[in-house]
């Protein structure tokens, strides 16, 4: 391969992985043409694409950048895996196609996060990890908790604070009905007094 043409493979696999934070490294030797176009299909349905790469081309391509420690020391042919929403995500897409039996020639082999290289064993533990979105629910519940619980608890003290206010005019009401009752009616004394006569 000439100069010239390393030096364009090199620029359109900079141009293709720019901006690219995290990916995993995985190996598909020996996978069959028909399988590779399947899994590939798979993986751009979530949003994730996979590229076979050289790897002396890979590195002068991502030199410099975060990508960078995952093709240290890389020896033999592989690909590179990025896409899905983030890390967790796409070491969980590539740890459950590495387990279906059509895809038995898949398997990690490393990777990046964050800066940090990720062994084959590594990518495993993170798959196991929650996604964003666990982690979103599970930090929406936390934030949520407490809240729900203050407002029970203050709804229940001020449901039995209305229900005893709410006790306490029932029976004011019905200790003033008797009294205004007896106020109404005139006293037995003064209906039964015979009235005056005349010229008295």
């Known amino acids: 391969m000439s100069k010239y043409v390393k030096e364009l493979m090199t620029g359109d696999l900079r141009e293709r992985l720019d901006g690219i934070q995290d990916c995993l490294l995985v190996s598909v030797a020996g996978m069959d043409a028909n399988r590779s176009h399947r899994l590939r299909m798979e993986l751009r349905g979530k949003q994730m694409h996979l590229m076979v790469i050289k790897n ?80 979103l629910s599970i930090l929406v519940g936390q934030i949520l908790g407490p809240g729900a619980t203050l407002a029970a608890q203050l709804t229940s003290v001020g449901g039995a604070l209305a229900s005893q206010i709410k006790e306490k005019a029932a029976g004011a009401e019905a200790a003033t009905e008797p009294a205004a009752e007896t106020a109404a009616d005139p006293p037995p004394a003064a209906a039964d007094a015979p009235a005056p006569e005349a010229g008295a």
């Open 56 to 135: 002396s081309l890979a590195r002068r391509a991502v030199e410099g950048t975060s990508l960078a420690p995952a093709f240290h020391g890389l020896a033999g042919p592989a690909a590179v895996v990025w896409g899905g929403t983030d890390i967790v995500d796409l070491a969980k897409e590539i740890t459950r196609l590495a387990a279906d039996k059509q895809y038995d020639k898949l398997h990690a082999r490393g990777g990046v996060m964050d800066g940090a290289p990720l062994s084959a064993g590594e990518v495993e533990q993170v798959s196991k990890w929650p996604s964003r979105e666990e982690q």
